[in-house]
């Protein structure tokens, strides 16, 4: 009777924390509240950041009962500091894949444990060191975004895209173009900058990130009718569908170009065949690759990131699947 009784417990215990999970489908996935601390702390990517926030409060523990202790991941904007740990560890809020990843890697030199993962849109830039692992857990894509009421194509050929990020072709269709890159510190724009053939220190005249006031895949930006940004596939996605993903709608006028005659979006879902698309990943410090709290979350196919329900969030949140979720093949410095 003692055994039957610990197991009805055991499946009240598990539903209720099952009807916590559900419920946070219902309320915007953000920060972790204030003053609720967990083991792996992540920073950067705000292409990644809403799907992370859905696998920190999906987390389950090793017999699969909902653990939201496991993963927090906060943001690339809000609050200019950030606060991870019960005590110390206040830090600037870093915004965009390089600017969490050097958090991260000064985190790790300066010994002060605030910071455990970087989401990532990129993979490594520096590959003279393996001090860092960069994990895939799931497939992103980047294409183009103008108005909707803007008289710019809205398909192009790549091309035609590198000649007008090289400022090449400064007018279509009788409209001056201006191309905007996101803020300094963001995956998306050293990525895009190299799809468009562009080093970053040496850009051509016409490309602006506007002082850094165009945040990444923030519509809003588009505020002329030559305005043109790369934009994640994948967020624009999760925002459309901002009742069940649970994120701000940022999408403003944006529409999302074809690019090479390639529809950016099928089936719901980033098209996988789209000319543009790179994997997304989880960065930790390569010696901590072993710690159980950081392979349960991100490392193997059986990792929290990985497995089936992690899938069903990576559908919503507009991301293919990566065949090598979970891989710590790729390593590098930053």
């Not at 393996?130 to 790549?158: H, N």
């Not at 990020?165 to 001056?176: D, E, F, P, S, V």
């Not at 690759?289 to 193997?300: E, R």
């Amino acid at each position: 009777m003692r055994v039957n009784s610990m197991r009805r417990a055991a499946v009240v215990v598990a539903g209720t924390a099952l009807l916590s999970v559900s419920a946070l489908t219902n309320t915007a996935l953000a920060d972790p509240a204030q003053g609720e601390y967990r083991q792996l702390v992540g920073v950067g990517s705000d292409t990644t950041q809403d799907v992370m926030n859905r696998h920190g409060s999906l987390s389950v523990d090793s017999n699969g009962i909902p653990d939201k202790q496991l993963i927090a991941s906060y943001d690339a904007t809000g609050s200019v500091n950030v606060k991870t740990r019960r005590s110390k560890c206040s830090l600037p809020r870093p915004n965009g894949s390089s600017a969490g990843i050097t958090a991260l890697v000064n985190d790790v030199a300066a010994g002060t444990k605030c910071i455990d993962f970087a989401r990532s849109s990129r993979g490594p830039q520096d590959t003279t060191t393996t001090d860092l692992t960069f994990i895939p857990f799931a497939k992103d894509g980047v294409t183009y975004a103008v108005r909707k009421d803007s008289g710019l194509p809205k398909s192009l050929t790549k091309a035609t895209l590198v000649k007008i990020y090289n400022c090449q072709t400064r007018k279509l269709n009788g409209i001056t173009i201006t191309p905007l890159i996101p803020q300094a510190g963001s995956g998306t724009r050293s990525f895009w900058l190299k799809q468009m053939g562009l080093v970053e220190g040496s850009l051509p005249s016409c490309v602006t990130d506007r002082a850094g006031a165009v945040q990444e895949h923030d519509g809003r930006a588009l505020t002329g009718a030559g305005d043109i940004m790369p934009f994640s596939i994948p967020q624009f996605i999760s925002q459309a569908n901002a009742a069940k993903t649970k994120v701000e709608d940022r999408r403003g006028a944006a529409a999302l170009g074809k690019l090479d005659g390639h529809v950016p979006v099928f089936n719901g879902v980033l098209n996988l065949k789209f000319p543009i698309t790179r994997d997304v990943y989880n960065v930790v410090q390569t010696s901590r690759l072993g710690i159980s709290s950081v392979k349960s979350a991100f490392v193997g196919k059986t990792s929290q990131v990985c497995v089936n329900g992690a899938k069903d969030s990576v559908r919503l949140y507009g991301f293919g699947k990566a065949a090598n979720c979970g891989s710590t093949v790729l390593k590098g410095k930053s």
